[in-house]
């Protein structure tokens, strides 16, 4: 099977300028995810989507392909990953005739993924013949039952979840302020790792199709770079682990 990474790094980051080549310990932030990349065992070829010179040169030097310069337009800030999956799909099918079974998708922004649980979501995905795609998730640091949407009609606060698990509102009168332990547990969607068929982008034109597996991981490594703040944390984690550079 040909199993393609698509590392997507654009350069118009606000929080962080240039966040996906900022430095963490001595090296930009891109490379961590060229690394793994280069550890997994099952990718075919990993190639870089971004519309930035600067981070294409860098990932050249650690060894990425950059086989075109993403558009602009595919670049901005309300940007969805979709549009850009398909670009870059199309583009290498219409300038070189490649085709791959698999699509993994490896945010930079995720600097602590390895190149063995790329290859644990890319097997999941190969051994369940139904799933359009294999998703990261987390337990979420506060349970969706204790959140709330604003009614515009009348300023009062509406409890989210009663359409959605009628049957625990009918347990319980008020599940939003029942403990955490007692209620059932939601998953969250991660930026960690996304192992996609070709056809789930191209044909049914979406990012995780109608059949989505769950994929866990390591809770130590759960983060996603959008701030100084988590930066600073990827670093220490980094030195605690004592994680080679």
Do not use: C
């Not at 891109?30 to 070829?45: E, F, H, P, Q």
């Not at 369940?128 to 709330?148: I, Y």
């Amino acid at each position: 099977m040909k199993i393609l990474g698509i590392i997507p790094a654009r350069g118009g980051s606000k929080s962080i300028p240039h966040k996906n080549i900022y430095p963490l310990r001595g090296k930009p932030l891109l490379y961590y995810t060229i690394r793994a990349s280069k550890d997994s065992r099952l990718l075919s070829r990993t190639i870089l989507t971004t519309d930035d010179e600067k981070i294409a040169a860098v990932g050249k030097k650690y060894g990425v392909e950059v086989p075109f310069i993403r558009p602009k337009e595919l670049a901005l800030d309300k940007t969805p990953d979709l549009p850009v999956f398909q670009h870059a799909l199309q583009w290498l099918k219409a300038n070189e005739g490649y085709v791959p079974d698999i699509i993994v998708q490896l945010r930079p922004t995720s600097p602590l993924k390895s190149g063995a649980d790329i290859d644990r979501a890319v097997k999941l995905l190969i051994d369940h013949k139904k799933a359009d795609s294999v998703r990261a998730v987390r337990v979420p640091p506060q349970t969706p039952f204790k959140m709330w949407t604003m009614n515009k009609k009348t300023g009062f606060l509406d409890p989210l979840l009663p359409k959605a698990f009628p049957e625990v509102f009918k347990k319980f009168k008020e599940p939003f302020n029942m403990p955490r332990q007692v209620l059932p547990q939601t998953l969250e969607y991660s930026a960690y790792i996304d192992v996609l068929r070709y056809n789930t982008i191209m044909k049914k034109h979406s990012m995780s199709g109608k059949y989505a597996l769950p994929f866990t991981y390591e809770e130590w490594r759960d983060i996603d770079i959008d701030s100084m703040r988590e930066l600073r944390y990827a670093e220490l984690v980094m030195k605690e682990r004592k994680l080679k550079i």
